[in-house]
């Protein structure tokens, strides 16, 4: 039950830290699987660092010293798997908390392949594993997505052994740890990084063997989801023909060695030179041949005997063209008379009006020229009209009052300033004259009887 306090009732910091120390030990223990990273032993304590298998996580834990010096498989030590009975702790008088073991127990490799057998069913009866989700290889990639070990033999196996196939192809790589605890995160982060690769049409995983421990991150739980996710093929090139990791059962291709893995990536480029060059010669000779049978068949169609004739019909044929050629000739001529004799007799009544039009052409001058003088006259009787106008506008204008030295006065709020009851010594006012504005300050107030 929680301890009752209030800001006017506060526990002690001695009695939080109790109250803490109570709850964690009521917490219980609980096993925990983990790698040893660091070590270290003095008289009867002992200082471990556990980090997991799959994440770049670890929690340091404290040990009596004999529990991790007398095993029955002897002393742990760094590197080693074990599982662990850790209980939480919490150090009242320094507030902190801390794990304690009381147990360790090494992970053999029966009990790993065990756990692995474990996974390997519950993945396929979800599906990982079946040929329905495998998908096809590209015949030819624009670029290979590579995983390998750093400066391994791998990475040379796959890249001299598919150039060779294919000179010219393209590898997109990336180095990472292949055991131990860091293999599981990297190798993920790199396959993530060339599945989202534009250029990255295939991805191949490789490592040169090993053994049984060292193959054990291949079948994380954690990387075998991570290929069944991504949406670029993968081949996993892992190992020899009798290792066999969980990442064989969920790739898309298994290739036995990293060199076996070229001939799944890039076809044989001279294979497929030979392939084409008999295609080639194939469709050669059909072509031939189908010339020879088309050449017989005309040859004997022009044995028959309505051929012998042919030349009679072709010029029967050629007569009749001709009649109507010459029956086309003779309609467009007559055609072409009628429109000629059409037009000389539109040529002939214009020649006849050409007097007429020349009096009316000399008419509308004259009217052009009487309208553009009486045009000129009445604008210029507007434009007197209309400065006389503006003459007499400007000399009511407020502008041509303030230029003969009178102001305008207004108030702050804008209003105009017309008897002295608007306005109060110390007032200031805004002066408007012709060309500019005073701010002015009132002094006096009188008023005029008119």
Same mark, same amino acid.
């Given at each position: 039950m ?21 709850w964690?030990?009521?917490l ?10 660091e ?5 009867t ?12 996580m ?21 590197g ?6 850790l ?11 801390q794990?304690?073991?009381?147990q ?11 756990r692995i057998?474990q ?20 015949f ?16 040379h196996?796959?890249v ?5 196939r294919?000179?010219?192809?393209h ?6 740890s ?19 690769h ?5 991805i ?14 291949f079948s994380n739980?954690?990387l075998?989801?991570a ?38 990536l ?7 030179q +030979? !392939?084409?060059? =008999?295609?080639?010669?194939q469709a050669?000779?059909?072509? *031939? &041949?189908? %010339? @020879?049978?088309? #050449? ?10 309505v051929?012998?004739?042919?030349d ?14 010459n ?19 539109? +040529? !002939?009544?214009? =020649? ?8 009316? *052409? &000399?008419? %509308? @001058?004259?009217l #052009?020229?009487a309208?553009?003088a ?6 210029h ?42 306005v ?12 500019g ?14």
């Amino acid at each position: 039950m929680a301890e009752t306090s209030s800001p006017e009732q506060p526990v002690s910091v001695a009695k939080a830290s109790r109250l803490m120390h109570g709850w964690i030990q009521r917490l219980g223990a609980i096993w925990v699987e983990g790698e040893v990273t660091e070590l270290r032993v003095r008289r009867t304590t002992a200082w471990l660092r556990l980090r997991d298998v799959s994440t770049d996580m670890s929690i340091p834990l404290m040990a009596r010293a004999d529990s991790v010096q007398r095993l029955a498989a002897g002393p742990l030590d760094v590197g080693q798997r074990v599982v662990a009975q850790l209980q939480p702790d919490y150090l009242f008088k320094r507030g902190e908390l801390q794990w304690r073991a009381s147990q360790f127990r090494p992970v053999g490799v029966g009990a790993l392949l065990e756990r692995i057998e474990q996974l390997r069913k519950q993945l396929a009866a979800e599906g990982l594993f079946d040929a329905e989700r495998k998908r096809a290889l590209p015949f030819l990639p624009r670029s290979i997505g590579l995983i390998v070990g750093r400066r391994s033999a791998a990475e040379h196996d796959v890249v001299v052994n598919t150039t060779a196939r294919w000179p010219g192809i393209h590898f997109t790589s990336r180095e990472v740890s292949v055991q131990g605890t860091r293999a599981v995160p990297e190798v993920i982060e790199a396959l993530r990084a060339l599945d989202a690769h534009s250029a990255v049409d295939v991805i191949v995983i490789a490592r040169g063997g090993g053994s049984t421990e060292d193959l054990i991150p291949f079948s994380n739980e954690a990387l075998v989801r991570a290929v069944a996710e991504a949406g670029t093929p993968v081949i996993s090139a892992i190992g020899h023909e009798e290792d066999s990791p969980l990442l064989d059962l969920v790739a898309d291709v298994r290739a036995s060695t990293p060199t076996d893995a070229a001939s799944y990536l890039v076809p044989e480029l001279a294979l497929e030179q +030979r !392939l084409i060059e =008999a295609a080639r010669e194939q469709a050669t000779r059909n072509v *031939r &041949r189908l %010339l @020879d049978e088309q #050449r017989s068949v005309l040859a004997q169609a022009t044995q028959r005997p309505v051929m012998a004739s042919f030349d009679a019909v072709l010029d029967r044929q050629r007569a009749i063209i001709a009649d109507l050629a010459n029956r086309a000739h003779a309609v467009t001529s007559q055609r072409t008379h009628a429109q000629r004799s059409e037009v000389m007799r539109w +040529r !002939l009544r214009l =020649a006849g009006a050409r007097p007429q039009v020349g009096g009316l *052409r &000399r008419e %509308l @001058d004259g009217l #052009r020229h009487a309208s553009r003088a009486a045009m000129t006259t009445r604008t210029h009787a507007e434009e007197r009209f209309l400065s006389g106008q503006v003459a007499a506008l400007r000399s009511l204008s407020p502008q041509q009052t303030l230029a003969r030295g009178y102001a305008i006065l207004r108030a702050p709020t804008g209003a105009v300033i017309t008897a002295p009851d608007q306005v109060r010594p110390g007032d200031e006012l805004l002066a408007r004259l012709a060309e500019g504005e005073l701010t002015v300050s009132v002094t006096e107030v009188e008023r005029f009887e008119r």
